[in-house]
């Protein structure tokens, strides 16, 4: 399993699980009940886009904040406090898209963006490790 420390300048956002299956990568964090403080997923999209690297909220089962970045590492779009799709409410049927186009997207638990200030424009740093069972 590939994981990934994700910093915006120096400060450290995240410890997450790199999607790098195209199933993992459209289940995202479906189906997990909470997230903690620092977890998430980071989505490589096969290309750099606007209108085909969105994420939908199909499934989920808690709110969460989604940075997405462009292939020099820049935040293009931040979108908070997602909340998951609900059949009894059509605001949640939607795909967020990002403003601009990226190559990645992290999902996180809902407010961890708000309370590290991260801003569009902020260069993000990824470093990748393996974790053995």
């Known amino acids: 399993m590939l994981f990934c420390k994700v910093f915006v300048g120096e400060r450290f956002v995240a410890d997450v699980k790199v999607a790098l299956r195209r199933e993992e990568k459209v289940?995202?964090?479906?189906?997990i009940n909470k997230l903690k403080e620092?977890?998430?997923?980071?989505?490589?999209?096969?290309?750099?886009?606007?209108?085909?690297?969105?994420?939908?909220?199909f499934r989920m089962k808690t709110s969460i904040d989604v940075v997405f970045v462009d292939e020099s590492l820049n935040i293009v779009d931040i979108r908070e406090n997602l909340r998951p799709f609900s059949f009894f409410n059509p605001?949640?049927?939607?795909?967020?898209?990002?403003?601009?186009?990226?190559?990645y997207a992290i999902e996180l638990k809902s407010s961890v963006c708000r309370k590290?200030?991260?801003?569009?424009g902020e260069r993000v740093n990824f470093y990748f490790y393996q974790k053995r069972h």
């Open 27 to 31: 289940r995202g964090l479906q189906g």
């Open 38 to 57: 620092r977890d998430g997923l980071l989505i490589p999209f096969n290309k750099v886009s606007r209108f085909r690297n969105g994420i939908w909220m």
């Open 91 to 103: 605001l949640t049927w939607k795909i967020y898209f990002p403003k601009k186009p990226c190559k």
């Open 116 to 120: 590290l200030n991260l801003k569009v």
